[in-house]
């Protein structure tokens, strides 16, 4: 058969991935897709032309919306990233009776309803491996392979920048702006990094990984998002003395009351297999009624381990070319005429156990005056540890655990002790969860 010929939007590293993947492994390709698959078009303003193989085979323009109106092209990548014009781009593609692939995770987290709808309508694909955990196969995992489980929970690290840093605090004992400082060196993170140290680009993963594991609509603005620019390095040496890793997850939970999306700093026992992950890499741990808890681990960015789920996508397209529609893999997950209407239930509204730690005058009657403020919240404590003062110093940290509470109760009562003339300054609360598996 005639070889399928796909237009590419974008040849940064990603880009340029996606054409050396399919260049070096187009046989194997071609015999696992049933046919050759062929970037024969590709928009892009600037590109490092030395890096790419097989470029002389394409035609580089940097109109890209002549390659999405291209009427050869069967197939559109958009790797261009962000809202805008990203959204045009695929919904015109679509409006052309193209199917789209793309590793944008922000565009599906904000649009992909209005895509998928669109998608549906016209009787094409789209498909975003590569927008969650770079190269791990999460969504195809929780998509096609755990299809047979009601999924409790998903709790991932997907978001390799900042893990990166609590590793680098956590292993040599640095502050998070000198760590932060190193990541943009190394290329891992922006120079304007608020997206990964503020969460917000594990949110846009997270939501898209609550539709396919809940059958939910697609809602990033109900995702709570919380960063880890607070976190200090005697927290994570403190942690580590209690037993715990500090790791910036994503956890979708669905509980009788609704469904649980969130991303903050989160306590996990050091024990947990998710706990020791570490550096850049991504892990996401999926809790299935039948299966249990099952762990994907890999590399959740980078040039070829994203390019590996661009490519994978492109196959699955193909496979699918000659199929029925309404035979296809749904979106998300589930068809769309099924997507729950469940409640997305706000933090407050969550209940996990907590790390406090706080700084008090040493003096008598501190401890007394905290626990009474806990007890009265209906806040129980699991553990406490006092840190000795260095010489001279009237200060002393306080670090505790608590057992299981409502967020709402919780921030009340630091409310109150914040308010004790004894306590100095913010009192740091980070979320815990056990983790099984």
């Known amino acids: 058969m005639e070889a399928v010929k796909v237009g ?22 071609a015999r696992r897709a049933g046919r050759g698959i ?22 580089v323009t940097d109109d890209a919306f002549a390659v ?8 559109v990548i958009e790797l261009i990233g962000g809202y805008s014009p990203a959204r045009e781009l695929v919904l015109q593609a679509i409006e052309n009776g193209k199917h789209v692939v793309t590793a944008n995770k922000a565009l599906i987290a904000m649009h992909g309803n209005e895509i ?29 392979g755990l299809a047979a489980n009601q999924i409790e929970w998903v709790a ?9 840093i609590l590793s680098e605090m956590r292993d040599k004992g640095r502050d998070f702006e000198d760590v932060l400082a190193e990541a943009q060196a190394l290329g891992y993170a922006e120079a304007d990094p608020t997206f990964d140290v503020e969460g917000i ?75 020791n992950v570490d550096g850049v890499m991504n892990a996401v741990l999926v809790k299935g009624d039948a299966v249990g808890p099952t762990l994907y681990y890999g590399a959740g960015a980078g040039a070829e381990p994203t390019a590996s789920a661009v490519v994978a996508d492109v196959v699955d397209v193909v496979r699918a070319l000659t199929t029925d529609p309404e035979n296809r893999v749904p979106h998300l997950a589930f068809q769309p005429n099924e997507l729950s209407d469940l409640p997305i239930l706000g933090m407050e509204d969550v209940e996990t156990a ?38 001279g110093d009237t200060q002393v940290s306080l670090i505790m655990l608590t057992h299981e509470v409502l967020e709402r109760q919780m921030n009340q009562a630091i409310d109150r002790m914040e308010a004790l003339a004894s306590v100095t300054g913010p009192v740091m609360r980070i979320s815990m969860e056990q983790l099984e598996g």
């Open 8 to 29: 590419l939007l974008g040849l940064g590293t990603v880009g340029g991935g996606t054409v050396n993947v399919l260049t070096r492994n187009a046989d194997e390709i």
């Open 38 to 59: 062929r970037i024969t078009q590709a928009a892009a303003r600037e590109y490092n032309a030395e890096a790419i193989s097989g470029l002389d085979q394409i035609e």
């Open 68 to 75: 999405v109106n291209n009427p050869e092209i069967e197939i």
């Open 116 to 144: 998928f709808a669109a998608a549906q309508a016209k009787g094409v694909t789209v498909a975003f491996e590569a927008g969650v955990a770079g190269g791990i196969p999460i969504i195809k995992a929780i998509r096609e």
């Open 156 to 164: 991932g690290i997907i978001n390799g920048t900042g893990n990166f």
């Open 201 to 275: 680009d594990a949110a846009h993963k997270l939501t898209i990984l609550s539709s396919i594991a809940f059958g939910i609509p697609l809602q990033f603005e109900k995702t709570y998002t919380e960063g880890i620019t607070r976190i200090e390095r005697q927290d994570v040496a403190f942690a580590e003395e209690l037993g715990y890793r500090i790791k910036h997850l994503g956890i979708a939970h669905k509980t009788a009351k609704g469904i649980e999306m969130r991303v903050h700093p989160t306590l996990i026992p050091e024990r947990r297999l998710i706990a």
């Open 354 to 391: 907590y790390y406090l730690r706080m700084q008090v005058a040493d003096e008598l009657g501190v401890m007394a005056e905290i626990t009474r403020i806990l007890a009265d919240s209906g806040i129980s404590i699991e553990a406490i540890q006092q840190k000795e003062p260095a010489e």
